[in-house]
């Protein structure tokens, strides 16, 4: 089976076509890189051929780019010198992407070239766009579903195939950033007006086969091989490019605080090879390329936010006994702000929702909530008219929970509390079918004992969602002491739909996600108490790659809530925790008012229109800055292991059954520093060894919940690492 074949018809047009075999979308191996290696030299070598089409045998797409479980493997595979084995593996693909962008041509006279064209039908991502550059014109299909660009940034790599430096020559630092440094996809018509692309029409592979027959010479010949080409915007030499270069350093440093590998290597890979010719630059290129390919960070990356991920996506936690239980009609009970995203994200995946709340003014909110945003979306263009009306028209305010009967998945999404909770649960229990599925979205309540609640237990299930539901990728589906397969089965089909990432844990209290982020803004509220002044605990928190602070965090997600879940923490105890000074803190600014981000104070002081104006200066009188403050290494090792020990705990208590589901949860939930791949990545990455010596050195300073791990303490004592010990026999559900 090849991934890639060539036919010539009469006319001299040799069109090589990838078509990889079982794949919904070409994804590039290194078997397949030597077949078209090998069809490029056949084509080039018969003098009947006089140019070559490459195209995909996808209807709605050309390549989904590189195969990343295998450039996830490569270092391991890569011998007794790694770099040197990658390099030269890398720099063979520049070497047959050079050889389509020479087509064979005088290296003098840059004549006698054959004219090679590149036909998207639909999405060209990575090499898959790669490959597209290093021809001579690029072809697309007037396809509005397809994307183009590059997400490697997104997984913890760059465009190392050319993608940088070609991309760099041909559009400018200041134009390409977006593409190169944010991971930017964009349709077609985006695309073409971008410089990304040439042409877009009905028939592609027909308009590729008429340029390649009607090409010239001087057609063939790329800017950067033409005598006195310049870099659009100017090279890092030139007033204004050195201007942008400045810039762009600035840019990726004040977003990734310096945390993230990758960025900083392709803004290396740019900088240095706008310096020096084009060949030197791929050379270039490929050198930085290996250097994050060595990097543990990069491998993490992809395991866990493609590889992962993927896997979890594609159900790998589903029981298999279970047919297929997709949501064709969804009843959402609670039309505030996670009802309605629940509603929105429902309606927006083609499932018709019904919408209820206690009076039709509040489930009309509710559904106004999915206009405002689909609106935006429209003047984004993100979406169309038509498709925010259709998708609106899916949503059902009501008030009466008899429009429940025909649902398949009924979620509960009312006030977190207990009471209020349970009694709605027995009220819509009496109006649901007897194979509908009901589930509740609590952040902190037990499953087990809202299941009691409903009217059979083993079709009870919780589904987590993340504030904001429209926004964040990740749903935690928790599975309480009798819920059965058909409703887990039900819960993870609900989650596919909505193009959403689960996780499964099992139940208790704060299930996975809030059971390692209320550590984190705990352990900075206590730093707070001693004394650390606010900034350095958020930008500790931010140079370890957290997208925000402890203390932020607390006035993004509200000091209201705080309070509550610390009240329901000290109930559920039987008492106040004299360790944690946290609570107290959080009760105080509760008193004062200070309420967080929504309220307009809190930590924070903000403008009318809520942005924040700086840390609130009153909170000194009651904690006044220490004389000497903490080495920031200090700061951020309590920051971090007050997650990852929690994680490791939750593993051991069975809440997670696979660490894939740990560190992708961790990474999408709450961003938990995206460059290690996750909590069981970052100890693999330190050293099991290293991260109990912390462990044990903060326990002595700080106290019990600082103590290591024994699962972790083996694990040390044993020079085991979890994806050694785990990855082999995962978890099933």
């Not at 962008?101 to 005088?106: F, I, L, N, P, S």
């Not at 898959?128 to 001579?136: I, K, N, S, V």
């Not at 929970?401 to 979620?411: G, N, Q």
């Not at 589930?439 to 993340?466: C, K, M, V, W, Y």
Request: hydrophobic share 45%; proline share 6%; with cysteine.
């Amino acid at each position: 089976m090849t991934d890639f074949t060539m036919e010539k018809d009469t006319e001299g047009v040799a069109t090589i076509t990838w078509d990889v075999a079982g794949r919904s979308m070409n994804v590039m191996s290194f078997d397949g890189l030597r077949e078209l290696d090998g069809l490029i030299d056949a084509a080039l070598a018969d003098p009947a051929v006089k140019g070559i089409v490459i195209t995909s045998g996808k209807a709605d797409s050309f390549a989904g780019g590189m195969d990343l479980n295998l450039l996830g493997r490569m270092k391991d595979t890569a011998g007794d010198d790694p770099a040197r084995s990658l390099f030269e593996s890398v720099m063979q693909i520049h070497t047959l992407l050079r050889k389509i962008e020479r087509a064979g041509m005088d290296p003098k006279t840059q004549k006698g070239g054959k004219p090679v064209a590149a036909v998207l039908p639909g999405t060209a991502l990575g090499i898959g766009l790669e490959l597209p550059l290093a021809t001579h014109r690029i072809f697309a299909a007037a396809n509005p579903r397809a994307r183009i660009g590059f997400p490697e940034i997104l997984v913890g790599i760059f465009p190392g195939a050319g993608g940088t430096t070609r991309l760099m020559r041909k559009l400018g630092a200041m134009a390409a950033a977006p593409f190169l440094l944010e991971g930017k996809l964009v349709a077609p018509e985006r695309a073409q007006s971008a410089g990304l692309i040439d042409e877009i029409c009905d028939d592609p592979l027909t308009a590729a086969r008429d340029w390649v027959l009607a090409a010239t010479d001087g057609d063939l010949v790329k800017p950067w091989d033409r005598k006195g080409y310049r870099m659009p915007g100017g090279a890092p030499y030139h007033p204004a490019g050195y201007m942008t270069f400045v810039g762009a350093s600035a840019m990726v440093n004040g977003r990734t605080k310096g945390a993230l590998p990758a960025p900083k290597a392709l803004l290396s890979a740019a900088y240095e090879g706008a310096l020096v010719d084009f060949d030197t630059a791929l050379r270039v290129e490929a050198r930085w390329f290996t250097n994050i390919l060595l990097n543990p960070s990069s491998g993490a990356m992809i395991r866990s936010l493609f590889v992962n991920k993927e896997a979890l996506e594609k159900g790998v936690m589903r029981p298999e006994e279970i047919p297929d239980r997709r949501v064709s009609r969804l009843g959402v009970v609670g039309a505030g702000m996670m009802g309605a995203g629940i509603a929105l994200v429902g309606a927006r995946a083609g499932i018709d929702v019904v919408l209820i709340d206690r009076d039709q003014a509040a489930a009309e909110r509710g559904r106004a909530h999915a206009e405002n945003y689909l609106s935006e979306g429209v003047k984004r263009g993100k979406t169309t008219p038509a498709q925010r009306d259709e998708t609106l028209a899916r949503i059902t305010p009501a008030t009466d929970l008899a429009h429940l009967r025909d649902c398949d998945l009924v979620i509960e999404a009312v006030f977190e509390d207990m009471a209020v909770k349970t009694g709605i649960l027995r009220e819509i229990s009496a109006h649901i079918g007897e194979n509908c599925i009901l589930a509740t979205n609590t952040s902190t309540l037990p499953i087990g004992d809202l299941a009691q609640a409903s009217a059979a237990p083993e079709r009870f299930i919780g589904i987590h969602f993340f504030s904001p539901v429209e926004r964040m990728a990740l749903v935690e589906i928790i599975k309480g002491r009798e819920t059965g397969a058909a409703a887990l089965a039900s819960a993870l089909d609900f989650v596919r739909q909505i193009r959403k990432t689960p996780i499964t844990v099992n139940d208790a209290r704060f299930f996975y996600a809030n059971r390692c982020i209320i550590p984190y803004i705990n352990e900075g509220l206590r730093m707070v108490c001693e004394g650390t002044v606010l900034p350095l605990i958020d930008h500790a928190a931010e140079q370890l790659g957290f997208p925000v602070g402890p203390i932020r965090l607390t006035d993004e997600t509200s000091i209201a809530l705080a309070a509550q879940i610390a009240r329901a923490t000290r109930a559920a105890a039987g008492g106040a925790d004299p360790e944690n000074p946290a609570d107290d803190l959080i009760f105080w600014m509760e008193e004062q008012g200070r309420l967080g981000r929504k309220a307009g104070v809190g930590f924070f002081d903000y403008d009318d229109k809520g942005k924040r104006q700086g840390y609130w200066g009153g909170l000194a009188a009651r904690h006044p800055a220490a004389e000497t403050q903490p080495a920031l290494a200090e700061v951020q090792d309590r920051l971090i292991l007050a997650q990852v020990l929690e994680a490791v705990r939750a593993l051991e208590a069975g809440v997670l059954e696979d660490i894939r589901e740990g560190d992708v949860g961790a990474v999408l939930g709450w961003g938990f520093a995206p460059w290690s791949g996750g909590p069981f990545s970052w100890i693999d990455i330190t050293g099991p060894r290293e991260v109990a010596r912390r462990a044990d050195r903060l326990a002595a300073q700080h106290g019990p919940r600082f103590a290591c791990p024994p699962l972790l303490r083996e694990m040390a004592e044993s020079g085991t690492r979890f994806y050694d010990r785990f990855a082999a026999e995962p978890r099933s559900a």
